[in-house]
């Protein structure tokens, strides 16, 4: 691939990136933590930065959830997160950011394909921002 990541560290992290899930409010998936789900991403990577792991592990994490949420984002919804940019950065941060929005935890439509289009869909629903933000990676990474 021309792009050259670090598949390695992508292989990782990616098992690693809804680490923080089981600390969250989510029935249909098994998980009965007390936090609302949009926090799993920065739960992931406190736990992680707790543990020691390199930084770089909790911020794929932190910054996987939607297609990133900015800070502005954040405070403009009252998004119960800390209020800071959780956008993906680095190739290896956008690129397993950008492959799990093709698949779904919930089993009922596990074994569902879903398409480029529909994640663009589904993420304007949420925000303008997420769906530019997605379709650039969409063509960058010719999705
Ligand atoms: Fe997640």
């Known amino acids: ?18 680490i923080g899930i ?3 409010q989510a029935q249909a998936i098994g998980c009965t933590g007390e936090k609302p789900y949009i926090c799993h991403g920065y739960l992931g990577k406190k736990l992680l930065d707790e543990h020691g792991l390199p930084p770089e592990y909790g911020l794929v994490c ?10 502005e984002n954040i405070l403009l ?8 940019d959780m ?7 956008k690129i397993i950011c950008a492959a799990d929005k093709y ?11 879903i398409t480029t289009i529909q994640i663009i869909d589904e993420l304007g629903k949420i925000s303008k921002d997420h769906a530019k933000r997605f379709s650039m990676w969409a063509e960058e ?3």
């Open 77 to 84: 919804n009252n998004i119960p997160l800390p209020q800071r």
């Open 62 to 71: 932190e910054r996987h959830t939607g297609a990133g949420i900015t800070k």
């Open 1 to 18: 691939m021309h792009l050259n990541p670090d598949l390695e560290f992508i292989e990782k992290a990616a098992m690693l990136h809804d």
């Open 103 to 113: 698949h779904s935890k919930n089993p009922k439509y596990s074994d569902k394909n």
């Open 141 to 143: 990474f010719n999705l």
């Open 87 to 93: 956008v993906p950065i680095s190739l290896e941060e």
């Open 22 to 24: 089981f600390l969250t």
